[in-house]
Nanobody
Framework: QVQLVESGGDSVHSGGSLRLSCVAS????????MGWFRQIPGEEREGLAT???????THLSSLKGRFTISRDNAKNTLYLQMNSLNPDDTGMYYC??????????????????????WGPGTQVSVSS
């Protein structure tokens, strides 16, 4: 059974940094599309970044380079490095993944696919 578990969420002050991790287990094969999402209560889940199994990444342009997605295949772990955090970054952060064949690796694709697995989320709170 595929399982994704996030960690690394915390409460920080503006300007601080955090690194989120997402450990994936229970799947075979090396083809995947994975991503990070953020959700604020009452709002839609927002895609932040994606990475595929050949290392191609996408990042939400409005993040202006503050966040970076990466993956350690040996550890089956997805990361999101977050710098220059501000209160608008507060929210629940989720990792998502599709394993095996997929059609396009993007945040909308992960949101729409019936094959997407989701972690339970990790909370990030940024105070001014």
């Amino acid at each position: 059974q595929v399982q994704l578990v996030e960690s690394g969420g915390d409460s920080v002050h503006s300007g601080g940094s955090l690194r989120l991790s997402c450990v994936a287990s229970g799947y075979a094969g090396s083809t995947y599309c994975m991503g990070w999402f953020r959700q604020i209560p009452g709002e839609e889940r927002e895609g932040l970044a994606t990475i595929n199994s050949i290392g191609t990444t996408t990042h939400l342009s409005s993040l202006k380079g503050r966040f970076t997605i990466s993956r350690d295949n040996a550890k089956n772990t997805l990361y999101l490095q977050m710098n220059s955090l501000n209160p608008d970054d507060t929210g629940m952060y989720y990792c998502a993944a599709v394993f095996g064949r997929y059609s396009g690796c993007s945040s909308p694709a992960l949101l729409q696919s019936r094959d997407t697995y989701w972690g339970p989320g990790t909370q990030v709170s940024v105070s001014s």
